[in-house]
């Protein structure tokens, strides 16, 4: 489960971390009674990404440019999804811009410092631009300091990037969070740093443990429960979308960069899951294996879907589980299975319906997991292990337009 922008800069504001004066627009006559200066910034508030590119951010600096902007994003649906709120925030010019994040890699279970030169990361080729401190004991300000000198930075910048680092640490741990991430991190021409734009990825099982994560897990699923089409897509950490390519993904960022890789390959992307999360109210444990069986037959249940597309990036730690998850859902192939969309008991035919299946890991784990799965006895072309992204979204974008 992740959280608005506004509702992060709430809590980095609380821990320490310097955001920009700014203000909650619940609706465009808000902008009468502004308490920051002109010119600002409005963004909407929405959990998908692209929101610059689809017009959902603009600058203005007179209140009736500010009410005129506001009443267009309100009305703007980015991927499908309108803003309830809008984030209003004072402007900021930046000399440079990096990247900072704490995440938890499950693959060494350990929390892990990013720091990159640059904001805008390629993930699917990182290089030298993304460096990274894995936390191995009891965090100290050593870790953030190593990590700013890993960035290469000099100076004042030093403290003030390590002093950053070590608040976004204090919250991931507070929150029992998934991931903490600053992007940008700009920097002013007196060397003043501000978090421009941050994200945070709230660990399910912590939901229980803590009540103000409880009441925004709760508020989360009331808000994406309101599916026209199926009912349980709202507790999915996803998008609801009516095209003939499913996606299931590892993460948010890879869910909308395959998404949109998808759209600009001439497909049509259909609903989209993200498998770090499960139900957003469930504060039961969960394996990735879990809810990558769940996602499968969800998207399966689908009619319109014909091909389902599988990006994993990063570490599989269990590459031999995830190819026996394939292996069930492919040998349901013209049998009855359970619709993910309907009550547990009840069943339906999927027949000729039932999609193909493309599946992309990005990682030291692709040539495991590719010999796995090739000793599967599928139909042909029912079952496609793939490394290069580009190369699954071409062939996933290709059968859909052979099939009809």
Same mark, same amino acid.
């Given at each position: 489960m992740e959280l608005l922008e506004y509702q992060v800069k709430e809590w980095f504001g609380k821990i320490g971390i310097p955001v920009l004066p700014s203000q909650r627009i619940d609706h465009p006559t808000d902008l009468? #009674?502004?308490k920051i200066p002109y010119p600002i910034v409005l963004k909407s508030q929405v959990y998908t990404g692209e929101r610059a590119k689809a017009g959902g951010v603009r600058f203005v600096e007179t209140t009736i440019d500010a009410i005129a902007a506001a009443q267009t994003i309100f009305n703007l649906p980015i991927w499908g999804e309108l803003p309830e709120v809008i984030l209003g925030e004072s402007q900021y010019? !930046?000399?440079k811009e990096f990247y900072l994040a704490v995440v938890l890699d499950t693959a060494v279970c350990r929390p892990v410092l990013l720091g990159g030169t640059e904001a805008d990361i390629d993930w699917e080729s990182p290089g030298q631009k993304m460096h990274h401190v894995v936390v191995e004991q009891e965090f100290s300000a050593f870790y953030a300091r190593r990590l700013a000198l890993k960035m290469g930075l000099r100076g004042k910048l030093i403290q003030s990037? /390590? /002093?950053v680092v070590d608040k976004m640490y204090q919250l991931f741990i507070q929150k029992d969070l998934d991931l903490v991430e600053i992007s940008p991190l700009a920097v002013n021409a007196s060397g003043e740093v501000m &978090?421009?734009? !941050?994200k945070v990825s709230i660990n399910e099982r912590a939901i229980g443990r803590?009540? $103000?994560?409880e009441e925004i897990a709760v508020k989360t699923a009331n808000r994406h429960g309101r599916s026209t089409i199926n009912p349980q897509l709202g507790n999915w950490d996803g998008l609801e979308l009516h095209g003939k390519i499913g996606i299931l993904a590892n993460g948010t960022g890879s869910m909308m960069a395959t998404l949109d890789l998808v759209t600009s390959a001439g497909g049509k992307p259909g609903s989209c899951l993200n498998l770090r999360h499960a139900l957003l109210t469930d504060v /039961?444990? @969960? @394996? %990735?294996? $879990? #809810?990558? &069986?769940k996602g499968l037959n969800f998207l399966a249940a689908d009619k319109s879907v014909q091909v389902i597309l599988l990006n994993l990036i990063g570490g599989v730690t269990e590459t031999k589980e995830v190819a026996q998850i394939i292996s069930n %859902?492919?040998?349901q192939d013209n049998r009855e299975v359970q619709s993910a969309s309907v009550a547990c008991s009840t069943k339906t035919r999927r027949g000729h319906h039932f999609p193909r299946l493309v599946v992309r890991i990005a990682g030291s784990e692709f040539a495991a997991a590719q010999k796995l799965l090739g000793r599967l006895n599928t139909k042909p072309d029912a079952l496609i292990v793939l490394e290069n992204l580009d190369e699954a979204v071409a062939t996933s974008v290709s059968f859909t337009k052979r099939d009809g």
């Open positions: 009468k #009674r502004l010019i !930046g000399e990037v /390590s /002093s &978090a421009l734009n !941050g803590h009540p $103000d994560l /039961s444990p @969960t @394996t %990735f294996c $879990d #809810r990558l &069986a %859902f492919m040998q």
